[in-house]
């Protein structure tokens, strides 16, 4: 295996726009975590999501960015079976704090509701993915000034 061209976990804790992809086939776009090596997107029991991984728990999952002002394009492209698992709080505001920062006060009252205790009752649950290839490409350029 040969070392990445550049720092995935820095890329990765970086609140970008994933998408991840099931077996439909059906593609949408998440917010993530990365974090112990696995990729975790919070979902609810009753979405199309959480009921495709049931059905075939193989994912693929893209994070990429593309500016074409300084020629940077990098992408993290990931495969592997998600696992649904019980959804946590304090992981769920780590997540949230990375895309509405860290004053909880200021997010949206829809997207507060999962860290104030009551997402067990919601039916909320994580979609764990810890990939079985992981794949990150720099394809970067020089940007025509």
């Given at each position: 295996?040969?070392?990445p061209?550049f720092?995935?976990?820095?890329f990765?804790?970086?609140?970008?726009?994933?998408r991840v992809?099931?077996?439909?086939?059906?593609?949408?776009?998440v917010?993530?975590?990365?974090?112990?090596?696995?990729?975790w997107?919070m979902t609810g029991?009753?979405?199309?999501?959480?009921?495709?991984v049931?059905?075939d728990?193989?994912?693929?999952l893209v994070?990429?960015?593309c500016?074409?002002?300084?020629?940077?394009v990098r992408q993290?492209?990931?495969h592997?079976?998600g696992e649904?698992?019980?959804?946590?709080?304090?992981?769920?505001?780590r997540?949230l704090a990375?895309?509405l920062?860290p004053?909880e006060?200021?997010?949206?009252p829809r997207?507060?509701?999962y860290?104030d205790?009551?997402?067990?009752g919601?039916?909320s649950?994580w979609?764990?993915?810890v990939p079985?290839?992981?794949?990150a490409?720099d394809l970067s350029y020089?940007?025509a000034?």
């Amino acid at each position: 295996m040969t070392s990445p061209p550049f720092d995935v976990d820095a890329f990765l804790s970086r609140p970008l726009t994933a998408r991840v992809a099931t077996n439909g086939p059906t593609v949408r776009p998440v917010w993530f975590l990365w974090e112990d090596g696995a990729f975790w997107i919070m979902t609810g029991q009753e979405t199309r999501l959480c009921h495709r991984v049931r059905s075939d728990p193989h994912v693929a999952l893209v994070v990429d960015e593309c500016d074409v002002t300084t020629g940077c394009v990098r992408q993290v492209i990931a495969h592997g079976d998600g696992e649904l698992v019980p959804f946590d709080v304090p992981r769920g505001r780590r997540k949230l704090a990375r895309y509405l920062g860290p004053d909880e006060s200021r997010w949206d009252p829809r997207l507060a509701e999962y860290v104030d205790g009551r997402p067990q009752g919601r039916g909320s649950v994580w979609v764990r993915l810890v990939p079985t290839m992981l794949r990150a490409r720099d394809l970067s350029y020089t940007a025509a000034l």
